[in-house]
């Protein structure tokens, strides 16, 4: 296994360890932006800090010096992706920048996406890229754990015999008017419709309309807020088809449903630097115009 490049530079394999590595305050934002969304590319962590530290080159270099302390870590998943070594790292916690967290107070009960690697890093990457443009416009990020404290409910809404769990939770406060928003990706993996008991766009759609008939939210989670569902696809093609079957619902139903699209191949690094592309680009519906989430 290589170890080195030919200038002697660490691989995605190993780096050469390094004691008395320091944590700054720019790294512990990096540490709970990491432990609040998931794994996050360095051009995310970036963007994150770019208001005080503008220069990346250091800090990617900063971001390797914390690999070589035991702070952060390369997940393997990433490797497993076409010319992976063109591609951002990318990082989340090791159990000792965890511990820093902890020790400073930092720590939240975060809800982190679960299922498949490239799913979660995918939401992840939206819910990360909201939450620093949201930051910027002076508008408060909410994340899932501090909507599921107001009632100490679970992720999972139950429905009949049934539950409907989002792939990511969270609000926007801004300035006092608040928006709810359940997030929802599709990597192109999910059927249209299904005969079994798994998860399907119709499934989800059929289950998104009793959850806001019955105002199910609201008694769950204790939002006194509106939800509204975002959705995004890898392609438009799927995007397209998603909107098509939302026609045929009750304007209530089909106007919540906000879809979004990556327009760009993952090999050209698309879902690496996805910024505030969620934030302030419109979201389009079955019914009515394009809206965004950077106004309350």
């Avoid at 990020?141 to 992720?155: F, G, M, N, R, V």
Wanted: aromatic fraction near 10%.
């Amino acid at each position: 296994m290589q170890t080195t490049n030919t200038l002697g530079r660490a691989t995605f394999h190993h780096i050469a360890p390094q004691r008395g590595v320091r944590v700054t305050n720019r790294e512990v934002r990096w540490f709970k932006h990491i432990a609040r969304h998931g794994p996050q590319s360095s051009l995310s962590l970036c963007e994150l800090t770019h208001d005080t530290h503008r220069c990346k080159d250091t800090a990617l270099r900063q971001m390797q010096k914390l690999r070589a302390g035991g702070y952060l870590m390369l997940p393997r998943q990433q490797r497993a992706t076409e010319r992976a070594e063109f591609n951002p790292y990318i990082y989340d916690l090791t159990r000792k920048a965890k511990d820093h967290l902890v020790d400073l107070g930092e720590d939240e009960p975060t809800v982190r996406p679960t299922g498949h690697w490239w799913h979660g890093y995918t939401v992840s990457q939206v819910t990360g890229g909201i939450d620093i443009a949201a930051a910027r416009a002076g508008v408060r990020y909410i994340p899932a754990h501090e909507i599921l404290a107001i009632k100490c409910a679970e992720l999972a809404i139950p429905i009949g015999r049934s539950k409907l769990i989002p792939d990511q939770l969270f609000a926007l406060d801004y300035g006092g008017a608040f928006r709810a928003f359940a997030l929802e990706v599709d990597r192109g993996t999910e059927p249209k419709t299904s005969p079994a008991n798994r998860k399907s766009w119709a499934r989800s759609i059929d289950q998104y309309r009793k959850v806001f008939e019955d105002q199910l939210y609201k008694s769950h989670y204790g939002l006194n807020a509106n939800l509204l569902v975002l959705w995004v696809f890898n392609t438009r093609s799927r995007q397209a088809r998603f909107l098509e079957m939302l026609q045929g619902l009750p304007d209530t139903a089909a106007s919540a449903f906000l879809t979004a699209s990556l327009w760009e191949s993952e090999e050209t690094g698309a879902i690496h630097r996805m910024g505030p592309i969620f934030f302030y680009n419109p979201w389009l519906r079955s019914i009515g115009g394009p809206v965004t989430i950077a106004n309350g």
